[in-house]
């Protein structure tokens, strides 16, 4: 063989620019979790009917060796990302996966590993939503903020209004039917 090789990592972790970190941990194993919530309902038959699902956050851990000549420095950059705010790329055989952060990094410190710790990274992915606002449109019965035609409403008009409105309500009717109001 002549020439040169090239080893490539296929499990990294990168920063957003893609520069890869922890490069002197040597990754062991991933586990890619991709879960969902199933939205169970309980019948009147005994029996269950499911309708939705919610597609929770995906977690990766991934186990690294973080050998005796770097472990120190290796493990510093590795709380320093995880003390930190940004996200990172986490890249398995299967896909790059962006948007992770770092939940946990328990690490394992055991004379049968001889002189390297054991470490895994725990990620999970942060999902952003944008949220926006809109004005109310005024309401029919109340303005300036729950005034009433102007006026401030005192306590006894707003407990006869809201007196008023659970009386018109279908379950008064049926107690008062029934003699529970008597």
Not at 21 to 27: I, Q, S
Not at 97 to 105: D, E, K, R, T, V
């Amino acid at each position: 063989m002549s020439g040169t090789q090239s080893v490539a990592d296929t499990v990294a972790v990168f920063d957003n620019s893609f520069n890869q970190l922890f490069a002197a941990a040597r990754p062991i194993n991933a586990d890619v979790t991709p879960t969902a919530k199933v939205m169970k309902h309980p019948l009147e038959s005994g029996g269950s009917i499911v309708d939705n699902r919610i597609i929770e956050p995906l977690k990766i851990d991934v186990n690294f060796v973080l050998t005796p000549e770097t472990f120190v420095d290796t493990y510093n950059e590795i709380n320093q990302v995880f003390l930190g705010s940004d996200t990172v790329q986490v890249q398995t055989k299967t896909g790059l996966y962006p948007n992770m952060l770092i939940a946990s990094m328990p690490h394992k410190e055991d004379v049968s590993h001889f002189d390297t710790i054991m470490i895994t990274l725990k990620f999970e992915e942060a999902k952003f939503v944008s949220s926006s606002t809109s004005a109310l449109p005024p309401s029919a019965t109340t303005s300036n903020g729950g005034n009433l035609n102007g006026q401030t409403a005192s306590a006894t008009e707003t407990s006869q209004a809201n007196d008023k409105a659970a009386n018109s309500s279908t379950a008064y009717s049926i107690g008062k039917y029934f003699g529970a109001f008597n």
